[in-house]
T-cell receptor
Framework: GAVVSQHPSWVICKSGTSVKIECRSL??????MFWYRQFPKQSLMLMAT?????????EQGVEKDKFLINHASLTLSTLTVTSAHPEDSSFYIC???????????FGPGTRLLVL | QKEVEQDPGPLSVPEGAIVSLNCTYS??????FMWYRQYSRKGPELLMY????GNKEDGRFTAQVDKSSKYISLFIRDSQPSDSATYLC????????????FGKGTTLSVSS
């Protein structure tokens, strides 16, 4: 199946700093990527849909100024958590839509801990 | 009513048992159905993909979709301890680029 990578796999930062997470589709081009957030023992919660070359579409309740998404190429989307606070600590997972089937392949996730 | 309902379990079975995992949904517009397996602290891994109704088999895994009942199932034959994970059902409408809607996931534990 298609491979999606994420970097970094985990990050610890101080409150108030910004953190950038990269999501790459390694062996296919992804016009659409998705960013999810997952709290312990909870299901995946969609944060935003990222389309290459256009602005991301955010889900209700997700602050677009806090979670900046950039999808500058067909193989790379980035999520920047700006001015991170302890409540932003979570597991962030990206996925990429792989044509022609309507499937999504997920990255391994990034664990963020804000102190 | 949530769009996708899935019993979170946990479900505990002995090694070799047949496991049945299920999801129900309310939106008849869903056309694509998937099952993902997620190990602790890892990203979800695509197990099965089905378009519209019918059965699909891959090794020890069988996925079934019954659109008339809005019900999907994943069967695991000869379950192994390595199958212990959380299983997420997911589905989407037909429009290209729309996001998957996930169930909450069922936690499965297979004991040796």
């Amino acid at each position: 199946g298609a491979v999606v990578s994420q970097h970094p796999s985990w990050v610890i930062c101080k409150s108030g700093t910004s953190v950038k997470i990269e999501c790459r589709s390694l062996d296919f081009q992804a016009t659409t990527m998705f960013w999810y957030r997952q709290f312990p023992k909870q299901s995946l919660m969609l944060m935003a849909t990222s389309n290459e070359g256009s602005k991301a579409t955010y889900e209700q309740g997700v602050e677009k100024d806090k979670f900046l998404i950039n999808h500058a190429s067909l193989t790379l989307s980035t999520l920047t958590v700006t001015s991170a606070h302890p409540e932003d600590s979570s597991f962030y997972i990206c996925s990429a839509r792989a044509p022609p089937q309507e499937t999504q392949y997920f990255g391994p996730g990034t664990r963020l801990l804000v102190l | 009513q949530k769009e996708v309902e899935q019993d979170p379990g946990p479900l505990s079975v002995p090694e070799g048992a047949i496991v049945s995992l299920n999801c129900t949904y309310s939106n008849s517009a869903f056309q694509y159905f998937m099952w993902y397996r997620q190990y602790s602290r890892k990203g979800p891994e695509l197990l099965m993909y089905t378009y519209s109704s019918g059965n699909k088999e891959d090794g020890r895994f069988t996925a079934q979709v019954d659109k008339s009942s809005k019900y999907i199932s994943l069967f695991i034959r000869d379950s192994q301890p390595s199958d212990s994970a959380t299983y997420l059902c997911a589905m989407k409408k037909g429009q290209a680029g729309t996001a998957l809607i996930f169930g909450k996931g069922t936690t499965l534990s297979v004991s040796s």
